[in-house]
């Protein structure tokens, strides 16, 4: 048995596109953008880096993640992670890191001031359409003091482990 399993957190790096299977299953896809600063030790400089990843998500959870996510969100990505090796137009082999998503959670604090219709919350899109891993279930309401708990949502992002 082999098991190889990502987790991710960056920027989409284009709208979302959906499109359909000729059985019908929706499939969406985008790509995030993860950024690493290294400091390099022969100068001291911080040296930028990004790896991109495409990531496909299937299903009803496609469908949620077309209309609730755009371009510059914050996400978490949760899935299976294989790479693939194809030529490029200049005819270079190039290597593609792809991530078949099993969860994707928007990590937005608020809307964007271009996207008036959009809600900001948080995007579930797994198995049981729950929190992410260590993101908490949040707390108990504020304002109305009553005892019922609200679904995790941006706020709880500290709770993260990592």
Same mark, same amino acid.
């Given at each position: 048995?082999?098991?190889?399993?990502?987790?991710?957190?960056?920027?989409?790096?284009?709208?979302? !596109?959906?499109?359909?299977? @000729?059985?019908?299953?929706?499939? #969406?896809?985008? /790509?995030?953008?993860?950024?690493? &600063?290294?400091?390099?030790?022969? #100068?001291?400089?911080?040296?930028?880096?990004? %790896?991109?990843?495409?990531?496909?998500?299937?299903?009803?959870?496609?469908?949620? /993640?077309?209309?609730?996510?755009?371009?510059?969100?914050?996400?978490?990505? %949760?899935?299976?992670?294989? /790479?693939?090796?194809? !030529?490029?137009? %200049?005819?270079?082999?190039? #290597?593609?890191? +792809?991530?078949?998503? %099993?969860?994707?959670?928007?990590?937005?604090?608020? *809307?964007? +001031?271009? !996207? =008036?219709?959009? #809600?900001? =919350? @948080?995007?579930?899109?797994?198995?049981? =359409?729950? @929190?992410?891993?260590?993101?908490?279930?949040?707390? &108990?309401?504020?304002?109305?003091?009553?005892? &019922?708990?609200?679904?995790?949502?941006?706020?709880?992002? +500290?709770?993260? *482990?990592?």
């Amino acid at each position: 048995m082999a098991f190889c399993k990502i987790s991710i957190i960056g920027n989409l790096g284009r709208d979302p !596109e959906m499109r359909y299977t @000729p059985n019908g299953k929706a499939v #969406t896809q985008f /790509t995030v953008a993860v950024n690493q &600063s290294t400091k390099n030790q022969q #100068t001291g400089e911080w040296i930028e880096e990004t %790896d991109w990843f495409r990531v496909s998500v299937f299903g009803d959870r496609a469908e949620r /993640t077309a209309e609730q996510l755009r371009k510059g969100n914050r996400v978490f990505v %949760d899935g299976r992670f294989r /790479t693939r090796e194809f !030529e490029g137009q %200049d005819g270079q082999k190039r #290597t593609s890191l +792809d991530v078949i998503a %099993d969860n994707v959670i928007n990590l937005e604090r608020r *809307p964007r +001031d271009d !996207e =008036a219709g959009f #809600t900001g =919350a @948080p995007v579930a899109v797994g198995a049981g =359409a729950g @929190p992410a891993p260590g993101a908490g279930a949040g707390s &108990s309401s504020g304002a109305g003091g009553g005892g &019922s708990r609200r679904p995790a949502d941006d706020t709880d992002l +500290d709770d993260l *482990p990592f």
